[in-house]
């Protein structure tokens, strides 16, 4: 069974940047598809970014595109969301999830984000 840990969060100015990680545990972790979701105060969690199991293919949500960058090191079973330009908008927990087939089936318990403006 897969254990995911963020980390990272924090409070920052818009305009700044942030870091998030997500450690996985279990051995099946370069084999699968990986994503950062997030979920803002009244509203439903959003898809933010993923990234295929060799790191090759990336997508964005629209509205971090160009700002946000997603990465993962296989060999040391993490993945990773930079942020840059953050905007008060961008303010929520952050989650990490492991994806299989065809959903995201293995949750952290997520790491907040305040970007103040």
């Known amino acids: 069974q897969v254990q995911l840990v963020e980390s990272g969060g924090g409070l920052v100015q818009a305009g700044g940047s942030l870091r998030l990680s997500c450690a996985a545990s279990g051995r099946t972790f370069s084999a699968r598809e990986m994503g950062w979701f997030r979920q803002a105060p009244g509203k439903e969690r959003e898809f933010v970014a993923g990234?295929?199991?060799?790191?090759?293919?990336?997508y964005y949500a629209p509205s971090v595109k160009g700002r946000f960058t997603i990465s993962r090191d296989n060999a040391k079973n993490t993945v990773s969301l930079q942020m840059n330009s953050l905007k008060p908008e961008d303010t929520a927990v952050y989650y990490c999830?492991?994806?299989?087939?065809?959903?995201?089936?293995?949750w952290g318990q997520g790491t907040q984000v305040t970007v103040s403006s």
């Open positions: 990234i295929s199991w060799s790191g090759g293919s990336t």
């Open positions: 999830a492991r994806k299989t087939g065809f959903r995201y089936d293995a």
